[in-house]
């Protein structure tokens, strides 16, 4: 089992930056992939971005490119999305992942085994 907190959350203005935190309590923290993944109203989940347990791969969706990055701190067990230049298309509910089986790290959207509870990230135009 592995739990996930994420925190770091709220409302900006488009331009900004945001940080978000995953920590993560269970199983080997560098066992497996992490990754964010954001549901806005009325659309379907999308993937954001992922890390590899080691650290050594990371994906990242056309639409994040060259503005998020995500990093992973295995000594804290947490997992970080670093958001910048924000645009209001990002307002998501925000969720954090994890995956054993390989395929997260693709961009998969059901490749994932647990979740956090989400946190809302609003950006104001």
């Known amino acids: 089992q592995v739990q996930l907190v994420e925190s770091g959350g709220g409302l900006v203005q488009a331009g900004d930056s945001l940080r978000l935190s995953c920590a993560a309590s269970?199983?080997?923290?560098?066992?497996?992939?992490l990754g964010w993944l954001r549901q806005a109203p009325g659309k379907e989940r999308e993937f954001v971005i992922a890390?590899?347990?080691?650290?050594?791969?990371?994906n990242y969706a056309d639409s994040v490119k060259g503005r998020f990055t995500i990093s992973r701190d295995n000594a804290k067990n947490t997992v970080y999305l670093q958001m910048n230049s924000l645009k209001p298309e990002d307002t998501a509910v925000y969720y954090c992942?994890?995956?054993?089986?390989?395929?997260?790290?693709?961009?998969?959207?059901?490749?994932?085994?647990?979740w956090g509870q989400g946190t809302q990230v609003t950006v104001s135009s």
């Open positions: 890390v590899t347990g080691s650290g050594a791969r990371t």
């Open positions: 269970g199983r080997a923290f560098g066992s497996y992939t």
């Open positions: 992942a994890a995956d054993y089986s390989g395929r997260g790290i693709g961009g998969s959207t059901t490749a994932w085994q647990y």
